[in-house]
């Protein structure tokens, strides 16, 4: 084949043909680079259908394309917090790591554990399960027990926080729906350290499930937001979600949930999770949310192991970004999902929806990190009564909502019986502390934190609704204190979506706002970090671009010149039949 030649017409349409099949092969060995065999021989995969469904209209996690992006964990390790991990066949643990004598205790209490480690990472092979996260390696951070707060050993949180990258915790607090748990300042200290010097300052990522006490028709209903242990701005609560979208029996729901992954509920015959377990074998009943979060945990590896300079607010971002709100099975039952002003669909039961774990990889692959944290606070001061309760947040640098934490400091004979829902200045609403039947809280002094405004601005006016449940009344109510503290960053800086401040007009207030509050601007220095440089990509398309034209102009020059000179020489050969003195030096002709 010709693909280039100066006589003919078409020589321009034939070097735009060569660069373009130069660069098409380039692409085609990049793609074929990064294509990896999938070849799955564990005798279990048919069952896990979390990981590949085969039934008509239901759905999975979507991980077969980070497989055969060649992602699958390598280089991450993934911390197990929990009763102990015990060795197995089918798990890569590197004991270097270990928290506490990993030897001590009885074999049935590493059951838990083990299980939660073969979601993750159980080896790709033929022995049993594949974890999400096949390439990881597991680290066993053992503790003591999971209910007893008083003496958990918060070390477990920032334990080779260098070296481990992702702690995975499937346990919660045993609610009762009477307590209310609050994050102490060793716990918060523990998770601040993790979040601010783990992996080299990106922050440790902390997955948390979020108990199973939720089941509507208990009495003793409860629900994460009183749980600030597992619902606070460091960590990502996870929900569990069964087959059919429908939300576990059991399920605790919050304003602070982020991500939904499959599960099954207890003592479910179908649509089971499948994992390794104590005595180098597997079961097939492993349920509730302690099995949703190491589905999270080990997505989490991947994508920061497609790309390891994701910070841990990153991490967060991505997940909010690709879950899977928008699914048809979400409008069966209740509609539990609604859409913010940041256009995003989220929910108190399955946070911003079903986990997408090839989305989540591949969008990692191209992030670009958010900017440094900053925080704003506004408070509201001596309120008597509760008629209409707002704060103004005004001249706050955030222009991107992550997190927004409340304190409330109220006095009532029924304050745990009270509802509180938090409407930001774009409308959104937020069920921030839904009341509990047998909370016989007097002085309410807690912080709950939503997620709900997320990507939205944050300047304007809050308004709080309460509302006395269960027979109580709102009669007598002192509201001491109200805080809001906002944490997010100036979307200018990003490539995200900004929103405008809000226009608000008398449709928002019942009654003209009872006083300004001044704002605080602050930047939260736990946190702040600066931002690293980082690529940008429309420089570099822009260079390549460049350098391509300008290669194409060369090439023809060249042409144009060869084609003259080629013009040249057939004169020159023309002239020698008729002219007498033809020039005497040596002539190498031209090969046209």
Request: aromatic fraction near 10%; hydrophobic fraction near 40%; glycine fraction near 8%.
């Amino acid at each position: 084949m010709v693909l280039f030649s100066p006589d003919s017409k078409n020589q321009f349409a034939s070097v735009y043909l060569c660069i373009y099949y130069m660069i098409f092969i380039q692409l085609c060995q990049l793609v074929e680079s990064q294509n990896c065999d999938i070849k799955i021989e564990d005798e279990l995969w048919p069952l896990q259908w979390y990981l590949y469904n085969t039934e008509v209209n239901k759905y999975d996690m979507n991980v077969l394309p980070a497989w055969r992006g060649c992602v699958n964990g390598t280089g991450v390790t993934v911390g197990v917090v929990d009763k102990g991990v015990q060795d197995h066949i089918d798990l890569k643990i590197n004991r270097r790591f270990d928290f506490n004598n990993a030897n001590e205790g009885s074999v049935t209490s590493y059951q838990h554990g083990t299980r939660v480690a073969g979601v993750i990472g159980a080896l790709k092979n033929k022995n049993f399960t594949i974890g999400i996260a096949f390439g990881v390696e597991i680290a066993d951070i053992k503790i003591a027990s999971t209910a007893v707060w008083d003496t958990f050993d918060v070390r477990a949180f920032y334990h080779h926080m260098d070296s481990i990258q992702v702690y995975s915790c499937s346990f919660a607090n045993f609610h009762t729906g009477t307590k209310t748990y609050k994050l102490e300042k060793n716990q918060e200290d523990a998770f601040i350290k993790g979040t601010t010097e783990g992996r080299g300052g990106l922050g440790s990522v902390y997955v948390f499930a979020t108990g199973n006490s939720g089941d509507e028709k208990d009495i003793s209903v409860d629900s994460c937001a009183y749980d600030r242990l597992v619902t606070n701005r460091y960590v990502i609560s996870v929900a569990g979600i069964q087959d059919d979208l429908s939300r576990v029996p059991n399920g605790e729901a919050c304003s602070a949930m982020m991500v939904a992954a499959f599960t099954a509920k207890g003592g479910a015959q179908h649509h089971k999770i499948v994992t390794t377990d104590v005595g180098n074998k597997f079961t097939e009943y492993f349920n509730q949310n302690s099995a949703a979060a190491p589905m999270v945990s080990g997505a989490v590896a991947l994508a920061l192991s497609a790309n390891p300079n994701l910070s841990y607010r990153d991490v967060m971002h991505l997940l909010v970004n690709t879950s899977r709100g928008d699914l048809p099975g979400f409008e069966k039952g209740k509609n539990y999902f609604k859409k913010n002003a940041a256009n995003l669909s989220v929910s108190s039961y399955f946070g911003f929806g079903l986990l997408d774990i090839g989305a989540l990889v591949q969008r990692s692959q191209v992030w670009k990190n958010v900017p440094a944290r900053k925080s704003c606070n506004a408070d509201m001061i001596n309120s008597q009564g509760v008629g209409n309760l707002f704060v103004h947040v005004s001249l706050c640098a955030i222009s991107y909502t992550e997190h927004v934490e409340v304190t409330l400091k109220v006095n009532h004979q029924s304050a745990g019986q009270i509802k509180w829902v938090l409407i930001s200045p774009h409308g959104t609403e937020s069920t921030i502390l839904p009341g509990r039947l047998l909370d016989s809280t007097r002085y309410m002094n807690l912080t709950v934190l939503t997620v709900q405004m997320w990507g939205e601005n944050p300047n304007g006016y809050w308004r709080l609704e309460p509302e006395a449940l269960f027979g109580s009344n709102l009669g007598g109510v002192t509201v001491e204190f109200i805080s809001l503290k906002i944490h997010g960053f100036d979307c200018s800086l990003s490539d995200l979506r900004c929103l405008e401040p809000a226009v608000q007009d008398k449709s928002f207030f019942t009654s003209p706002p009872p006083y300004e509050v001044t704002t605080d601007k602050t930047t939260d220095k736990t946190t702040d970090k600066p931002d690293k440089p980082s690529i940008n990509y429309a420089v570099i398309i822009i260079v390549v671009v460049a350098v391509i034209f300008v290669v194409l102009i060369v090439i023809l020059f060249i042409l144009k010149k060869k084609k003259k000179l080629c013009f040249k020489e057939r004169l020159r050969s023309k002239n020698s039949e008729i002219l007498e003195n033809y020039p005497t030096e040596q002539h190498i002709p031209l090969k046209c």
